[in-house]
């Protein structure tokens, strides 16, 4: 068989490919001359040899508690749309949780609270400001600004994931009355994109700002449950009794295979939000199987433990790669997230060795995840082929 010059290159691909696909099958893209090498390449990275523990929290398993909930749920015929135990549960133990009066709706995905919570404050002609790395503004394609049918995201910038109250305030007085966007609200991501994680006194900052400019404050609370863990508040010091006055709360990273909560703690806010809920395609006719998980997760604090267990996972691996692999940590890691900078040939090594992750930003910097579910054992294992590779 004629061998073909381009293997080699094709190998590489392999390699580097899913730091920027999230994990998915490596590229098709060898020629019919390279069948053969393929198969065996192919045969190499079979899916029992490819490691997604670190890649994202979105990788891991749906936690005991939430299955198990899901298992009771199952057992019985239910009502519909919402009508059912399971979510009346949900919504008051957020209540209990929150130690106050709110309104509390389902959606399927984070980009669906995210965009559908701003839709509800926003009017086309608004604007909303937000960090350079927020979700809503780097991974939601747009989602925001469809569903407020052309509200727009103004971006400020900071090292650490955070928005930057002055220059927030430039954002805002560069809009020429009438001219320009109305300043509506402002988004902030807890923890950031970057696992940085505010205290309650910044978050009080940012509500104290918002309020002063008669704006509302939106939070994305993928992963809430971190925050609050690092943090060791009541959740209402980093919400409502903070200004917060809507809350995108995530249960998909922390344990629960899908649903999210968005939470409104103004409740003038929701005004028929069940409609824009509907509309969208949102609300589950089988609410209960979105409920019940959420149910197993609340219930006994679940959804404290399991944060906590991924933020010292996080804070073992960022000690470990230090100390055995001389990898520094490029921000504070206050919740499940670790960002490091590598070379090209440490990235093509990891990936060799089954290793996924992503590239977070351009050029070298890769972000590690940890989860509910992370073992000291796979530390171990992906802090050894570190060293090994790095030696």
């Known amino acids: 068989m004629k061998h073909c010059t381009r293997f080699e290159e094709q190998i590489e691909e392999i390699c580097l490919t899913d730091s920027e696909a999230q994990g998915s099958a490596v590229r098709q893209s060898f020629c019919p001359d390279c069948l053969d090498d393929k198969t065996r390449v192919m045969d190499a990275m079979r899916t029992d040899t490819i490691r997604h523990q670190f890649a994202s929290d979105n990788a891991s398993a749906i936690c005991p508690e939430a299955w198990t909930a899901l298992e009771q749920a ?13 979510t009346a549960k949900v919504c008051e133990r957020i209540r209990q949780i929150f130690e106050v009066d709110c309104d509390v709706y389902f959606v399927f995905t984070g980009t669906a609270a995210n965009a559908l919570g701003l839709a509800q404050l926003c009017e086309p002609f ?23 049918r052309g509200a727009k995201l103004f971006l400020t910038k900071t090292n650490e994931g955070k928005i930057d109250l002055n220059e927030a ?11 320009g966007h109305m300043m509506r609200a402002i988004s902030i991501a807890q923890a950031t994109e970057l696992g940085t994680v505010y205290t309650p006194d910044e978050v009080e900052a940012i509500g104290a700002f918002a309020q002063a400019h008669e704006m509302l404050l939106h939070m994305d609370g993928a992963r809430f449950a971190n925050a609050v863990a690092s943090v060791e508040c009541a959740p209402k010091a980093i919400s409502w009794k903070a200004g917060v006055d809507v809350l995108s709360f995530g249960g998909t990273k922390n344990g629960v295979a899908a649903g999210e909560l968005v939470v409104f703690f103004d409740k003038k806010s929701s005004h028929d939000f069940q409609y824009r809920v509907k509309q969208a395609g949102h609300l ?18 679940v959804w404290l433990r399991n944060a906590r267990h991924a933020n010292e996972a996080a804070r073992r691996l960022t000690e470990r790669l230090l100390k055995e692999a001389g990898i520094e940590s490029l921000f504070p890691v206050e919740s499940n997230a670790v960002f490091v900078r590598l070379d090209d040939q440490l990235v093509r090594g990891l990936h060799a060795r089954g290793w996924r992750f992503y590239k977070f930003l351009e050029p070298d910097i890769y972000r590690l995840m940890c989860s509910w579910s992370t073992t000291d054992e796979e530390i171990a294992m992906l802090v050894a082929d570190f060293a090994s590779i790095n030696d």
């Open 74 to 86: 199952n057992k019985h015929c239910a009502p519909s749309y919402g009508d059912d135990e399971w």
């Open 126 to 148: 608004h604007g909303v400001i937000c960090h350079e790395h927020a979700h809503i503004h780097t991974d939601e394609a747009g989602a925001m600004e469809s569903y407020t």
């Open 169 to 179: 305030e430039k954002l805002i007085a560069q809009q020429v009355e009438l001219h």
């Open 284 to 301: 589950g006719s089988k609410m209960r199987f979105l409920a019940a998980p959420w149910l197993g997760l609340l219930n006994g604090d």
